[in-house]
């Protein structure tokens, strides 16, 4: 039920609005034999201060290799584990620590 929830709103202000704004999701990530693991190293777009995107509208175009957090992306477990959209799903496969 939540699932279906969330693929509706994904791309919508009710998806975005789930977001509490903590920007770990803009570092960058390294994916060890299916586990993802964040390092450091933020996207040259974060502000660390505001931990804002300053280019979030032009992300996609500007930084090739942003994408659009969708319900798949949020299911395949490349989130932290206390992620808002993490926790408002119910999939067995998130919730990768951090």
């Not at 791309?11 to 977001?19: L, M, N, R, V």
């Not at 450091?40 to 201060?49: E, I, R």
């Not at 175009?61 to 799903?89: F, K, M, S, W």
Request: glycine letters at 6%; hydrophobic letters at 25%.
């Amino acid at each position: 039920m939540i699932e279906k929830q969330m693929k509706k709103a994904a791309g919508t202000a009710e998806w975005e609005a789930i977001c509490r704004r903590c920007g770990r999701c803009c570092y960058e990530k390294i994916d060890y034999r299916g586990k993802i693991f964040y390092t450091t190293k933020p996207c040259c777009h974060l502000d660390t201060g505001s931990k804002l995107c300053r280019v979030y509208q032009q992300r996609e175009q500007l930084q090739t290799d942003c994408v659009r957090l969708t319900p798949e992306l949020v299911a395949a477990g490349i989130l932290p584990h206390d992620c808002p959209y993490v926790q408002d799903t119910s999939s067995k496969k998130v919730g990768n620590e951090d």
